[in-house]
């Protein structure tokens, strides 16, 4: 199927605190991937890959993502694998799950009136023999820019938690299929609790996906 790289940090020296709970969500992440075939940390050229997955575990805020040491953008770690800097990959999926904060603002939800529906057009382009570099990725935040990340340090995050729940129910659905149910999920049930601070009591989040795919994606043939 392809190769699954997790990024999964704890511990750091920029004085940020240590993220209990992360080693739940890598070790769900490893196991789901592995059962969808992917080999996960495998060192070898991306040729015989269908796809590549990267898992990212840590802090961040609206700037990047911490490394153990520095912040880092996300964009220097996916660069390397655009279509002008990693023939192997074009026109394949390129699929980065990320789980950290993207600010500090908290979502305190909003009660559901009524329900509303809105259609969708679809827009159909003739076919070009080329395809821009940025094509094919899809990044899937725990949470849209600026908001916290919800994490258990017991039972691991939100995000990461439900999507690796929803890869394993609705392993034979489209990619943005299983995306829209754990968005659904983590949005419509989940709630924090944390009693002794109220700014962080019972607040909700939705995850954010950016997708660059220009097709549909399977994980199961």
């Known amino acids: 199927m392809g190769r699954c790289v997790i990024i999964n940090n704890e511990n750091f020296t920029t004085g940020s605190s240590k993220r209990l709970g992360t080693d739940v969500d890598a070790a769900s992440a490893?196991?789901?991937?592995?059962?969808?075939?992917?080999?996960?940390?495998?060192?070898?050229?991306?040729?015989?890959?269908?796809?590549?997955?990267?898992v990212i575990l840590s802090h961040g805020n609206q700037k990047g993502i911490f490394a153990t040491d520095e912040l880092v953008e996300l964009d220097s770690l996916t660069e390397c694998l655009k279509g002008n800097k990693c023939p192997d990959l074009i026109g394949k999926p390129k699929l980065f799950f990320v789980q950290a904060c993207r600010g500090e603002k908290t979502d305190g939800g909003v009660d559901i009136?009524?329900?509303?529906?809105?259609?969708?057009?679809?827009?159909?382009e003739s076919e070009s023999k080329s395809l821009p570099v940025e094509a094919d990725f899809l990044y899937?935040?725990?949470?849209?820019?600026?908001?916290y990340a919800?994490?258990?340090?017991?039972?691991?995050?939100?995000?990461?938690?439900?999507?690796c729940e929803?890869?394993?129910k609705y392993k034979d659905l489209e990619l943005m299929d299983i995306m829209t149910r754990v968005s659904h999920k983590v949005a419509c049930h989940k709630r924090s609790q944390s009693k002794n601070n109220a700014d962080l009591h019972l607040k909700k989040v939705v995850p954010c996906i950016t997708s660059m795919l220009t097709k549909d994606w399977y994980f199961t043939e």
Do not use: M
Request: some cysteine.
């Open 30 to 54: 490893k196991k789901i991937f592995e059962e969808l075939g992917y080999k996960v940390n495998s060192k070898k050229d991306h040729k015989e890959n269908s796809s590549f997955v990267c």
């Open 113 to 124: 009136k009524e329900e509303d529906g809105v259609d969708a057009t679809l827009i159909v």
């Open 140 to 147: 899937a935040y725990s949470t849209p820019p600026g908001f």
């Open 150 to 163: 919800w994490r258990s340090n017991s039972d691991g995050s939100w995000f990461i938690q439900a999507l």
């Open 166 to 168: 929803y890869l394993r």
